[in-house]
């Protein structure tokens, strides 16, 4: 990574932090998330809705690949489409799924 693309990430997340207090949210949640040990139960509304949370490392990868890489994005075909969830990740996906 050059100088210059590290210098443009860094000034886009303070530009952030300073106008956006969703933004600001997210990275307080994921900061405290991040330090709790694993297999220590908590809530977190992370994305939006309150959730009980087992494993937060397991629910922090999950979280990593689903909303910010967007893994899971789709364009359907029709207007409502008819997602099964096997339930593998605690129904992540149709929580997924229904937000974006």
Do not use: W
Not at 42 to 54: A, D, F, H, K, Q
Request: proline letters at 4%; charged letters at 20%; hydrophobic letters at 40%.
């Amino acid at each position: 990574m050059s100088y210059a693309s590290a210098f443009r990430r860094v000034a886009s997340d303070v530009a952030l932090r300073i106008t956006d207090s969703g933004y600001r949210h997210r990275q307080a949640e994921l900061a405290r998330l991040r330090s709790l040990p694993r297999y220590q139960p908590t809530l977190s509304n992370l994305i939006g809705i309150p959730l009980e949370i087992v494993d937060v490392h397991s629910f922090l990868a999950m979280y990593h690949e689903m909303y910010e890489q967007q893994a899971y994005r789709f364009q359907a075909k029709t207007e409502v489409p008819f997602i099964i969830d096997g339930g593998g990740m605690d129904n992540q996906l149709c929580i997924y799924a229904f937000r974006v």
